[in-house]
């Protein structure tokens, strides 16, 4: 299951094309001047040099049912100087990854997500040190808490690694709580799942149960205390930090679903 949702999230990564580690003399060249985003039927488009764009892979058209996603998607291509790279336009990724998918996609993404709750970050806790085991319960027990009243749902927390089923029950309802949502809805969850390993967290972020800062530091409570006996390698730094940019443009998504 996590194979296949590793899948996806590389899908997500996968965005304008496939040259997110290359340098900058592989890099496509910019071959427009003016950026523009505005309404059309159906929806929102940007437009390069006057022309809408569409994804790279399928060619498919761009057109997005929020005015919010096309302005970041626009600042995202205006942005780009003589190069254009990937790695700076994690909406335009997201955004392509989702159309590309299509709609048929909906019931995997949603399963994806419910597949992840269902062994979840928040319910597979340490042993030792207490320390650590400490930290897991301020932060992860408030979260499994504040689940359980809004779904009206249970969890059945173990500690280690040895599978331990949830309720039926409450992963149908979880399930059932993401029934109607759409394409770039259920693509920024993926994203979520995939970024913080909880697809608790990302239920409850879309529901307005816990704020942004707040998935992110339970979905990191392993790494920071790992930090603070060890001190923080700049690599991993740095790939955290790209990662915080990957999770507040599905946020992003999901707050113009919201508005």
Known sequence: ????????????NDGYGRAQHLNKVELPKRFYKDVAAGPVDGGFVVTLDGRPVRTPGKKLPVVVPAASIATAMAEEWAGQGEFIDPATMPMV??????????????PAF??????????????YRAESPQELVSEQELAWDNALTTLARHFGISFQPTMGIIHQSQPKATLDRLAESLTNENLLTMT????????????LL???????????????????????????????DEEAADRRARRRIEFDTAVAVLDAFRA
Do not use: C
């Open 93 to 106: 990724r997201l955004v392509n990854s989702a159309i590309e998918s299509g709609e048929e996609m909906i």
């Open 110 to 123: 949603r399963e994806e997500v419910i597949k992840f709750a269902g062994s979840d970050l928040l319910l």
């Open 1 to 12: 299951m996590r194979d296949q949702l590793d899948d996806i999230q590389k899908h997500l």
């Open 188 to 199: 920024a969850l993926v994203s979520i799942t995939g970024l913080t390993g909880s697809g």
């Open 202 to 232: 990302a239920i409850g972020l879309w529901n307005k149960l816990f704020s942004p800062d707040q998935v992110w530091k339970a979905a990191h409570v392993d790494e920071d205390y790992q930090i603070s006996q060890w001190g923080q």
